[in-house]
């Protein structure tokens, strides 16, 4: 039985799992929820558990190797890990631009929200947003047990640089604690494999929970802003993007082939962070991109990466609820949901819900009416899927280019030619 079961694919299950959750949530509805809601909650509190010392391990082991400077003796250490750093910073904020502008597009044209009705209000409160001196001052740990078990992802990043280029910048000297930390990275790469192994079970628990609680027919006068969101992320995922990586002479079908995974896995659990496992594992096994490099910005990118959540979601919302409340926005306010949409991603995590915080920032800057995230509380699991699969993607989009244009991927990889490919092409020549 086990074996066969072996044998199945593991995107094969993941569907399996999918489509045995909507059927038994649309059979017994929310009477399933019981069932539904333990198996969905046990799989991402897994899913948590790996995230801080995978982050720790992977980002301290990764500048320790670029601080060293291995593999590169001429440019020098220190400047190899700056321009590996600067890359992948301005990538970020290119496609963040680009992803705005894709939903700015969007939103103007539809126009989403006209002639809607009331909706059900979600009661929870709306989470408060700090400014940007205390996004800035609150990156750096006072206590960084304390956010190790707080969860506190960008406090860990930054402790972890820091330990990382201390260890690079004393070499020798520390060799054996360098050692302990790339062990500790190999530890969670396979406790990482097993955890992952469980997404069907986890994936059947999750997507019954959502259409458990929200059935069918309640979504209904919400399609058409639903749909803009997800329009939005499909023309990023799959026209802009592929475009980059064409420009940049890398294989596209080879890339999607080589994270599937990861776009399952963010698909169901709506967490860059929670997928960042799978994110770091197709990237190094899959696109066979260096682990030094992907371990550095694979995490970078899940806090500060997000063209789902921090740059389509908030643009094509902010107009949504512009017009649901009869605001006619200006030239200005359009410009001003862009900066705080590409500027503001650094406020936000890369967990579930987070988005709602990025939309705050842009709803607060526009000056725009906060009462409008109670409405889209409501659906926010429906669109939280499409988002964060267009954050991971392009996460290992930004890595993959960055990779590309430092000569940093391994021949092997399904990204490049064959050597066979590219032996014909130069004998037909």
């Not at 607060?364 to 409405?375: E, M, R, V, Y």
């Amino acid at each position: 039985m086990f074996k066969l079961l072996g044998k199945i694919p593991f995107w094969v299950k993941t569907l399996i799992a999918f489509a045995a959750g909507v059927a038994v949530a649309l059979y017994w509805g929310k009477d399933a929820l019981p069932v539904f809601d333990p198996i969905g909650n046990t799989y991402i509190r897994a899913i948590k558990m790996l995230v801080a010392p995978l982050v720790f391990f992977t980002i301290a082991a990764s500048i320790a190797r670029l601080g060293r400077g291995e593999g590169d003796h001429e440019t020098g250490a220190g400047s190899r890990a700056l321009r590996l750093g600067v890359y992948t910073i301005g990538w970020f904020m290119i496609t963040s631009a680009i992803a705005v502008s894709v939903g700015l597009a969007i939103g103007i044209y539809f126009q989403p929200g006209h002639g809607l009705g009331h909706l059900p209000v979600d009661p929870s409160p709306i989470k408060v947003v700090p400014g940007p001196i205390e996004v800035l001052t609150g990156i750096v740990p006072s206590n960084i047990f304390q956010s190790f078990a707080e969860g506190k992802v960008l406090s860990i990043v930054v402790f972890a640089i820091l330990i990382g280029a201390a260890l690079g910048a004393l070499g020798q000297k520390t060799r054996e604690l360098s050692t302990l930390i790339d062990q500790g990275s190999q530890v969670m790469f396979k406790l990482t494999r097993w955890i992952i192994q469980l997404t069907p079970i986890g994936v059947f628990g999750l997507i019954g929970s959502v259409v458990a609680s929200y059935g069918l027919d309640a979504l209904k006068p919400l399609i058409p802003y639903i749909g803009l969101i997800y329009m939005g992320c499909l023309i990023e995922i799959l026209i802009v993007y592929p475009i980059l990586l064409k420009v940049h002479g890398l294989r596209v079908r080879g890339f999607y082939k080589g994270i599937f995974t990861a776009q399952q896995t963010a698909f169901f659990t709506c967490s860059s962070i929670g997928t960042l496992p799978v994110s770091l594992q197709v990237a190094v096994d899959n696109l066979k991109l260096p682990k030094s490099y992907a371990g550095f910005a694979l995490p970078l990118g899940a806090n500060m990466k997000m063209d789902g959540c921090g740059a389509i979601y908030p643009a094509i919302s902010s107009i949504f609820i512009a017009n649901y409340f009869g605001i006619h926005l200006t030239t200005s306010h359009y410009v001003i949901i862009a900066l705080s949409s590409i500027l503001g991603s650094l406020a936000t995590a890369g967990v579930p819900g987070v988005a709602t915080v990025m939309l705050t920032v842009t709803l607060s800057a526009a000056g725009l009416p906060l009462d409008g995230l109670a409405i889209l509380a409501a659906i926010d699991r429906i669109i939280d899927m499409m988002r964060t699969t267009t954050n991971v993607t392009g996460q290992i989009v930004v890595a993959t280019i960055v990779s590309r244009e430092n000569g940093l991927i391994d021949t092997g990889s399904p990204l490049l030619n064959s050597p066979r490919k590219l032996a014909a092409k130069v004998s037909a020549e």
